[in-house]
Structure formats: structure tokens, C-alpha cells
């Protein structure tokens, strides 16, 4: 059972995952940043100790949890001062064979969603992705990760990896395409706000019948009219007309070779 | 006001909004399209006459709806064979004044949505865009628009063209990231059902702090060690390296600019 948790780095991910961990009765027993303003201002939020030396890590913790930069998450494993404990990255792209150093016990406690400063997110329905070395350790990791939240998956390190990348095109990607309207629509006098039906209905529509068959459009239906028009517009508005293209180009071929394909 | 409307045009948004004209009270008199099964097919759903010859459109409607392809909107206002009669267009990116000949009064009705076939709409929640180059035409328009839509507004031809093409980035370039997401879980035996948390959050929170705030990933952070493990893994996947590399890019460039202004 992990009942006393360690947490090695504080932002956003940590303070929304600890977090979590409070509510669900675990004990924060520490937290690590390297910074002191880091660490303190999340251990008051974690009602908990902090350090910036990583030799102080309290030891008696069910579980330590790396949240750093992923390209710091190997060698804060190697200054671990410990043999034999839990400890889990929470990173999309790192493989967990960053962590098989010494004796540690090696896990990856990944929450697909996107985390802001001060935005509540609702853990319960933020996936979790598990994997473990050890089968208690995964089993341990899933009762755990069954307590913060409803949606509990295990997958190994190359399945994390690309759910990574899906994930940066349909979360992050897709954020900058609604940058990209709402600074269109500011340039001519428009508000954000009149885009939101149509947004919801996009996100549902391509989660009822899929992202194929909800795509519509100029580009979709290769409507050379249209896409020319826009185009020329947007040859005064920075860098998009290239981006329009762009988009506009790799719809059509995707479409119109799946097409093809559904015959 | 507005009773009596004909359809020229029997595709999906006048499928759409003619259902949604019959559930407000109003008669639909007639339909055209240039193929009988689409005439007769829609004439059944909105109860009403069919012709596939413009000469025999029917006169005495208060309203002409021409809801075709772009490129013939021009050449069937021309075909009409009345003057003087109310005469809109539903496209964002066709200017009024293409239907500015002989004595038509010309106006546009553009709602502002993603139609499919078999798809139902929600029109109520639906925004109408409105032009008209006659005042009293204008307000005819907005009180039959409030009839079946909440969300009523005035634009004029530069600003529909500009809210169009913003809408093509807002929803059919963000589905076209859904189905690229879609396509490499796929790939890798993961469904797209565990990115759905993740894609509601993130529209709620652009729709909440703006789409610039709520920008998150390697590439808002310029994280090259995951961006370019990333773009390597893709190397793989059809042309999706360029295409990651391509929006990558432009979040760093427009996200450091813009955290330069700011400051």
C-alpha cells in the first residue's frame, strides 16, 4: 500500500497531483525544487516539509515522484540516495530504462492533461497511464492512481511516447489553430466568443462519428475557389498564408487518398 | 416580414436551416437543386414543391435562399427571373455584391457551423451573420434569424470572409489535428476514446483564459530534447515529422515574440 508520498520538483504537475493525493488521504511526507520558493510555496500547499538538497530526501516513502524537465529525470535518479525504493517519473517521453540504475524500483505515473498555473483541473477524469518494473509495484501504482481518478490505463514506454505526440496535436496543436482564429478575428474587430459553437460542435462531432468523417471545410472538399481566396487574404496577416497552405494541402492529399481507400 | 421562403440548393445547410425554419412556423415554398433526387429528397423533408429549372421558380416568396457552392452563386443570381425580390446568399467568403444586379435586394445569411449529413444541429445555439444592403431588408432578416437562433449578429462582407477563414482554422484544421492524433494511436494500438479528457479540457480552458494563456507542450517551452525526440519518431509515420516541425515552429516563434511584448 503507498501511503507516504515524496515529490521531486514542484510545478504545475506536482501541485495538481499532490494535490490530489491530500484529498484522497495520502501523506506528503517532502517536497524537492531547486529552487527555495519552489519548494516552499508547494509544501505549504502539500502541508508538508521541503528541501533544495537532494541529499536531505527524507527516506521511508512508499513512493518518490520525479516531476522535472525530462532531459534532468536521469540524472536526479542517479543522485538518488537511496537503494531499492518506488520511484516514478510522470514524463510522456521518457522511457522508464532512465530510471534502472542502482537498485531502484522504476515506474512511470503519467497524467495526460494539460496543466496551468491556477486552472482546477478535475483529476478524476484525467487518464492516468501506469508502468512498472515490478508487477505489486504496477499493482501498488493502480490502487493509487484508482483513488484520484476514474480512468486507469497501463502501457509501456513506446505507446507512452506516441500518446505523447497524439497528444501534443490534438492539445497543443490545436490550441494554436484557435490562437490563430482569435487573432484573425481581433485583427477585423471580432470577438473569440462567436467562434465557441462552432468549437464545442467540432470536438463533439469528431468524437461522435470520428475525425474522418466529421472533417469539413474548403480543403475537405478541395474547393481550389475558396482555398485561393483565403489564401490571397491572408498574404497580409504574418506567416499564415503559408500556414493555410500548409494545412490546407495535407487535408486534401489525407482526403482524398482515404477516399481512395474507402472505395 | 418574412413568411414565404424558397431554396435554391438542397444540400446540407439548406437542409439544416430550411428544418429549422419549418419548426419556427415559416412555409418553405419551394425547392431547387440541379439534380431531381436532391430536389425531391428535401422538397419531402420540408414539405413543399421542387423544380430543377430556375424558369420555374415560383414568384411570391418573401425570401430566396441561395445555398450553393460559392463559384455559382454569382451565375444563378444572375439566372433569377424576378426583380425586386429579397435575395441572400449563405456563404462566409462571398461578398454581397455579387448579388448586386438588376433590381434584386440583396442580403447574406450565414450561420456559422460545421453541417454533416444525419449529423443533427442544435440551431438554436447556432450564430447567424447578417448583411443586407437595405436597412429595413436587414431588420426582416434579424427578427426571422432570432426566430431560430440565439445568437444574432450584423457583419459586413470583409468581416464574414475574415470570421470564415479563422473558422477554418478553428474547426476544420483542429479536426484535421484530432485526426492526426487519431491515425498515430491507432498505429499503436491505443484508442482515441483516452484523448478525450484531454481535448475538453483544453478547448474549455482556451475558451476560459484565452488560447494564448493556455498554451502548453515542448514546443510553448521550447523543449528541443522532446521536440526533437519527437519529430524523430515521426520519421516514421507518413509526413507527419514536417508537419510537426512545421506548427512546432511557429509556437515558438509566435509564443517567444509574443512573451517579449508582454514583457
Redesign the interface.
Known sequence: MINKIIFIGAGNLATHLGEAFLNAGKEILQVYSRTEKSASELAVKLNCSYTTDLEKLLSGADLYIISV???AIEKIAEMLPFDNVLVAHTSG?TDIKVLKRKNLRPAVFYP?????KN?E?NFY???LFLEASDNKDLERLKILAGLISS?V?S?DS??R??????????????????????Y??K????D?E??????????S????????????????RN?K??IE??SE??SNYE?YQK??N??TN??IS?YCYKKEEDK
Chains 1, 2 share one sequence.
Open positions: 524537465a525530462d532531459s517521453s495526460l492533461q494539460t496543466f496551468s486552472v483541473v477524469e484525467v487518464p480512468k490505463y502501457i513506446q505507446q511516447v506516441m500518446l505523447h505526440i497524439a497528444a501534443v496535436f490534438a492539445c497543443n496543436f490545436t490550441n494554436h489553430m484557435l490562437y490563430i482564429a482569435e484573425l478575428l485583427q477585423n474587430n471580432m473569440f462567436i467562434l465557441k459553437p462552432l468549437i464545442s460542435e467540432t470536438i462531432k469528431a468524437g461522435h462519428i470520428g475525425p474522418f468523417k466529421a472533417q469539413t471545410g474548403p480543403a475537405a474547393d475557389y475558396i481566396l483565403h487574404i491572408l506567416n500556414f493555410y500548409f494545412i495535407s487535408i489525407k
